[in-house]
């Protein structure tokens, strides 16, 4: 099955995961990333966004996973949009396993990225080329403004797409 990407708005979705990424607690780590789970039918059914996990620790639950873990049931054939490429390498700040082995156990269909990840610990397009290996369609969202706006209000370096 291939997600119907054709019956969303992708615009206003992935105006919705930056809102969602601005909602971290601390908004001076960087990059902020918002996701959103969309079922066929176009109902976000999760959502979620990079932040620290519970009071003085310093481990990060990422975007993805929180939408994922809010859309138990219903990620299943739906489409998983975020700002930003998801991660396929798991850092020591981390406690799960990475998102883009997350995305293809609960079983999406589709991905919408706004950015690769093109930050020194990650080869850019790692986790692009994970999901395509375990037969995930990936979509990069191809609005430039909205892009631009991802780059000046989410990430760490203006060098970032």
Same mark, same amino acid.
């Given at each position: 099955?291939?997600f119907?990407l054709?019956n969303?708005?992708?615009?206003?979705?992935?105006l919705?995961?930056i809102?969602?990424?601005?909602?971290a607690?601390?908004? /001076?780590?960087?990059?902020l990333?918002?996701a959103?789970?969309?079922t066929?039918?176009?109902?976000?059914r999760g959502?979620?966004?990079?932040?620290?996990?519970?009071?003085g620790? /310093?481990?990060?639950?990422h975007?993805?996973r929180a939408?994922?873990? %809010?859309a138990?049931?219903?990620?299943?054939?739906s489409?998983?949009?975020?700002?930003?490429e998801?991660?396929?390498?798991?850092?020591r700040k981390?406690?799960?396993s990475?998102c883009s082995e997350?995305?293809v156990e609960?079983?999406?269909d589709?991905?919408?990225?706004g950015?690769?990840?093109? %930050?020194a610990?990650?080869n850019?397009s790692a986790g692009v080329n994970?999901l395509?290996?375990?037969?995930?369609?990936?979509?990069?969202?191809n /609005?430039?403004?909205i892009?631009?706006?991802?780059?000046?209000?989410?990430?760490?370096?203006?060098?970032q /797409?």
């Amino acid at each position: 099955m291939t997600f119907p990407l054709e019956n969303l708005d992708l615009n206003d979705l992935m105006l919705k995961c930056i809102e969602l990424a601005k909602q971290a607690n601390n908004n /001076n780590y960087k990059p902020l990333v918002g996701a959103i789970v969309v079922t066929p039918n176009g109902m976000i059914r999760g959502q979620g966004y990079r932040d620290y996990i519970g009071k003085g620790l /310093n481990m990060i639950m990422h975007a993805e996973r929180a939408a994922l873990d %809010s859309a138990i049931g219903y990620a299943p054939g739906s489409c998983l949009i975020t700002t930003l490429e998801p991660c396929v390498r798991v850092t020591r700040k981390q406690l799960f396993s990475s998102c883009s082995e997350l995305i293809v156990e609960r079983g999406i269909d589709t991905v919408v990225y706004g950015l690769l990840d093109k %930050s020194a610990c990650f080869n850019a397009s790692a986790g692009v080329n994970y999901l395509y290996q375990h037969g995930i369609n990936v979509k990069r969202f191809n /609005n430039e403004a909205i892009q631009e706006l991802i780059i000046k209000e989410l990430m760490w370096n203006p060098d970032q /797409n």
